[in-house]
């Protein structure tokens, strides 16, 4: 079954604590992305990779950081420094010249 | 700057009422524009491209250069059209990265 799959679906985090969101693809996907979706807000770039070893910024990666060691996973770590990390957190995938995306189902991280 | 404008959180019709999904876009250069619908408890997923000019589950959407807008329009809603809807442009700078708006809820009434 290919696709784009997301773990956990629900994570909590301790106030100072880093947590690592895991995104793995079998798409076979140069291009992948981190997004943030909060009410009202819609979906917001965390960051993105075109290749492997290779990632960029996007518009709120602050608190945030990635790795791209394999073309399969990019998993997202929300760092200490995040103050306000409660958030939905969706994984998306992209074939090279195409500009459609693939989304996993998501990770809801909360505070304790 | 590029930016998505959806100016309505929610937009609530009866069943076989037209719909439109309003989107504005500021781009500076050829736009990319796409929807894309997340139905209850499901993935979001692409609903149309504007360069396909294609009708998804009735959905068509045209791009108004002069406007700047790119609205989602269905002449007859039925239930199961009830979702979250965003509104996306394909940012320039030689990184593929969408855009999103904030996204309208439908609902659709029986």
Redesign the interface.
């Known amino acids: 079954d290919g696709g784009i799959t997301q773990s956990p679906k629900y994570l909590f985090r301790k106030e100072g604590q880093n947590v690592t969101l895991s995104c793995e693809q079998n798409l076979n996907h140069d291009?992948m992305?981190w997004?943030r979706q909060d009410p009202?807000?819609?979906?917001?770039?965390i960051y993105?990779s075109?290749i492997v070893n290779d990632f960029?910024k996007?518009d709120i990666a602050e608190g945030y950081s990635v790795s791209r060691e394999k073309k399969e996973s990019f998993p997202l770590t929300v760092t200490s420094a995040q103050k306000n990390p409660t958030a939905f957190y969706?994984c998306?995938s992209?074939d090279r010249g195409s500009?459609?995306?693939f989304?996993?189902?998501?990770t809801q991280l909360s505070v304790l | 700057a590029q930016r998505v404008t959806?100016p309505e959180?929610l937009l609530s019709v009866f069943k076989g009422a037209p719909v439109e999904l309003k989107c504005n876009y500021s781009y500076s250069g050829s736009p990319?524009l796409?929807w894309?619908v997340q139905y209850s408890r499901q993935?979001?997923?692409?609903l149309l491209?504007h360069i396909s000019r294609e009708s998804i589950k009735g959905f068509t959407a045209d791009l108004n250069k002069g406007e700047t807008s790119f609205h989602l329009k269905k002449p007859f809603a039925q239930e199961e059209d009830s979702a979250m809807y965003?509104c996306a442009i394909?940012s320039s700078g030689g990184?593929?990265?969408?855009?999103?708006?904030?996204?309208t809820r439908l609902a659709v009434h029986p």
């Not at chain 1, 009202?40 to 770039?45: A, D, I, K, S, T």
């Open positions: 291009a992305y997004y009202g807000q819609g979906l917001r770039l993105y075109q960029q996007g969706l998306a992209r500009e459609k995306l989304f996993g189902s998501g | 959806q959180k990319e796409f894309y993935r979001l997923q692409l491209r965003y394909l990184y593929n990265k969408l855009i999103f708006g904030a996204g």
